[in-house]
């Protein structure tokens, strides 16, 4: 990745935002440690900013204590000098407006609720709050289609 990310700079301009996932809690997979020192090489191969993404969060987090994954992203933030962008299992207003102000997240990416609700947003917007239907089953995934299959 990093000899790419620096045909990138060298012969575009772009911004570069690498994806990466914290942990994969498999039998002798990367850690959070190995992940923090992938993370930092990425920067200095020049890359723009990082993007967080797990799908195995919940094999991590029972719900009484803080998430590990935000416990990871503020140490993550604290370790690098480029933008960090969290991602995973982002649905609901009130859990991404707690994590704005309790931590050091300043950027969020979404894909899924997008695909099961596409107007989500307005949605939220028009009447102040919401929850996307989305519930991260990662059907719309396993076919590669981007379709929701639980919602339509």
Same mark, same amino acid.
């Given at each position: +990745?990093s000899?790419?990310?620096k ?7 772009m ?5 990466i996932?914290? %942990?994969d809690v /498999?039998? $002798?997979?990367?850690? +959070?440690?190995e992940?923090?020192?992938? +993370? ?6 020049g890359a723009?900013s990082?993007?967080?993404t797990? /799908?195995?969060?919940?094999y991590?987090y029972?719900g009484n204590e803080?998430n590990p994954?935000l416990?990871?992203?503020?140490r993550?933030?604290?370790e690098?000098?480029i ?5 995973g299992?982002?649905r609901?207003?009130k859990?991404?407006? $707690?994590?704005? &102000?309790?931590t050091e997240?300043?950027?969020m990416s979404?894909s899924?609720?997008f695909? +099961?609700q596409? $107007?989500?947003?307005?949605d %939220?917007?028009? &009447?102040g709050?919401?929850?996307s239907?989305?519930?991260s089953?990662?059907?719309c995934?396993s076919?590669?289609t981007?379709?929701c299959?639980?919602h339509?």
């Amino acid at each position: +990745a990093s000899e790419i990310i620096k045909v990138i700079k060298k012969t575009m301009d772009m911004h570069v935002s690498v994806r990466i996932n914290p %942990w994969d809690v /498999r039998k $002798d997979g990367m850690t +959070a440690e190995e992940s923090l020192k992938v +993370a930092k090489e990425l920067e200095k191969a020049g890359a723009d900013s990082i993007q967080l993404t797990a /799908r195995t969060i919940s094999y991590l987090y029972d719900g009484n204590e803080k998430n590990p994954f935000l416990v990871y992203v503020d140490r993550l933030i604290d370790e690098i000098d480029i933008p960090v962008i969290l991602g995973g299992s982002l649905r609901d207003m009130k859990s991404m407006n $707690d994590v704005l &102000n309790n931590t050091e997240v300043e950027l969020m990416s979404m894909s899924k609720p997008f695909v +099961a609700q596409a $107007d989500f947003l307005a949605d %939220w917007k028009a &009447n102040g709050e919401g929850v996307s239907i989305c519930q991260s089953c990662n059907n719309c995934y396993s076919k590669k289609t981007s379709t929701c299959f639980k919602h339509f």
